[in-house]
């Protein structure tokens, strides 16, 4: 009997959606392996999509220390005036590509209702 051999066909992946899956597996404590999993892809592929986009000028995500203050407003640490100069502004980038400008003692509560209106929550 002649053995019945299958190739999976391969797939194409949009621009827009590789960077919405390399978005997932840059958020706090999620495992690439797992995300490529969901969608299908060997991890390894996932991990050179992000080197890639980390080469084609896309910046790479810093990520500053925030803390929340017992008032509930939100501040990066180390946040205030300097010898005259503006407080800095927390920015929040999200994976779909909104950005939101938190000003120093904006209220965690509002900011969290503004990040799930934004995500779709």
């Known amino acids: ?8 066909r391969r ?13 997932e ?9 797992r995300v490529a999993r969901r969608y299908g892809l060997h991890a390894s592929q996932l991990f050179a999509w992000r080197k890639a986009m980390r080469g084609s000028g896309e910046p790479a995500p810093h990520f500053h220390p925030v803390v929340i203050a017992e008032d509930g407003a939100v501040g990066a640490v180390g946040a205030g005036p ?3 100069a503006a407080s800095p502004t927390l920015v929040v980038r999200l994976a779909n590509g909104y950005r939101v400008a938190v000003p ?12 799930d209106l934004l995500e779709g929550r």
Not at 1 to 8: A, D, L
Not at 104 to 115: E, I, K, M, S
């Open 82 to 84: 300097a010898s005259g």
């Open 1 to 8: 009997m002649p053995e019945i051999v299958t190739v999976e």
């Open 11 to 23: 797939r194409r992946w949009s621009d827009a959606d590789k960077q919405r899956i390399v978005a």
């Open 25 to 33: 597996t840059l958020q706090p404590g999620v495992s690439v392996s």
């Open 104 to 115: 120093p003692g904006f209220d965690a509560g509002h900011l969290r209702q503004v990040l």
